[in-house]
């Protein structure tokens, strides 16, 4: 809609123009004819034309922002792959919120449409394609306090919040799918966080590990596992007691057949 020249300054560029003013103004025609028309077909579509441009806001800026305002980049990084995660969660819980308010289908289906882009997100951008240690892109940052945080953590802890708070609002699938993904996340946030600390800004896969980061891995997991064993407990977590049980076993088994392999007598 706006092509290239959109502006450098970040947030507040054309993309509010070009996308952030149609879905105010579709948001703004749905509760309109609420009130005034009993046919229900103009507001379902006003408020999927709201959506609709509200996401591709929110997938704009994102790319604006993480490349130097440059939305066409070619590529994306780790730190784009966690917003638009990041965003997707956020926008799959708020729809299922206004779901439960008005029982609109449209809210109703585009919370799961977004679930599912966060899932993508995390799965194609996250773990895989946009993966550091597979890419050996720069980590900006300290340890702990790096763009992994922005990347991995933030959206991990999201997804927490919203397999504990979506409850009575998603189905049980949804749910647990969250849950999963906040596993799958903060358990990639730890592993690279702990190779980020030993080989600096650059972790990619062909870089030796040595034995002291080999041992810190299976420390990190057993700490995690800890950690997501009392939270399963504490809020009756299935999803965290099994994630808290394999990373148990996992740095169980590393640590006898991998870390202890060379030591004799």
Avoid: C
Wanted: aromatic fraction near 12%.
């Amino acid at each position: 809609i706006m092509g290239a020249g959109v502006g450098t300054t970040p947030i507040l560029n054309w993309l509010l123009v070009g996308y952030g003013v149609p879905a105010a103004a579709f948001a703004l025609s749905a509760r309109l004819l609420e009130t005034r028309e009993q046919n229900d077909l103009p507001v379902r579509l006003s408020d999927a034309l709201a959506v609709i441009f509200a996401g591709l806001l929110a997938f704009f800026q994102i790319r604006h922002l993480t490349n130097g305002g440059d939305v066409f980049h070619a590529g994306t990084g780790h730190v784009e792959s966690g917003l638009l995660t990041l965003v997707s969660i956020f926008f799959s819980y708020a729809l299922a919120k206004l779901h439960l308010g008005k029982a609109n289908p449209v809210f109703d289906a585009a919370s799961s449409v977004f679930g599912a882009a966060s899932i993508a997100f995390a799965a194609f951008g996250l773990v895989i394609g946009a993966n550091p240690y597979l890419t050996n892109d720069a980590i900006g940052g300290r340890t702990i306090f790096s763009s992994l945080m922005t990347a991995y953590l933030l959206p991990g802890l999201a997804a927490l919040f919203v397999a504990r708070h979506a409850r009575n609002i998603r189905p049980t699938w949804f749910t647990r799918g969250a849950g999963i993904l906040a596993v799958v996340l903060i358990f990639s946030y730890v592993t690279l966080e702990v190779r980020h600390a030993f080989q600096g800004e650059r972790i990619g896969q062909w870089l030796e590990t040595t034995d002291a980061e080999s041992w810190a891995y299976s420390v990190a997991w057993l700490l995690l596992g800890l950690v997501f064993l009392g939270y399963g407990l504490l809020r009756g977590s299935l999803v965290a007691r099994i994630a808290s049980a394999a990373l148990i076993v996992l740095a169980a088994l590393k640590v006898t057949l991998f870390d202890l392999a060379g030591i004799g007598g």
